[in-house]
Nanobody
């Protein structure tokens, strides 16, 4: 079992930055690849970024590429999502997830409760 708790969301102006964190419980954090997903009001949950167990491999959605950076610190059981050059359309609840590396939500077994990021235009 892995429990995930996101933090770092908030309100920011367009062009600004936010750094999301996801803290995991348990001693098996490094056994899981981690993903970030988001869900905007009235829309389906969508993939944002993924990072392999060691942190050596990352993958981004087209909308995140070049603006967002995913990283992890296995000693701290934490994964991060640095979001720069934010746009209004990045407004969503952001979720972290633990599981198998990839962009499909069904590859992830454990999910956090989400953190709201709101970008004002």
């Amino acid at each position: 079992q892995v429990q995930l708790v996101e933090s770092g969301g908030g309100l920011v102006q367009a062009g600004g930055s936010l750094r999301l964190s996801c803290a995991a419980s348990g001693r098996t954090f490094s056994s899981y690849s981690m993903g970030w997903f988001r869900q905007a009001p009235g829309k389906e949950r969508e993939f944002v970024a993924a990072i392999s167990r060691s942190g050596g491999t990352t993958y981004y959605s087209d909308s995140a590429k070049g603006r967002f950076t995913v990283s992890r610190d296995n000693a701290k059981n934490t994964v991060y999502l640095q979001m720069n050059s934010l746009k209004h359309e990045d407004t969503a609840v952001y979720y972290c997830a633990a599981g198998r590396y990839g962009s499909s939500a069904n590859r992830y077994d454990y999910w956090g409760q989400g953190t709201q990021a709101t970008v004002s235009s």
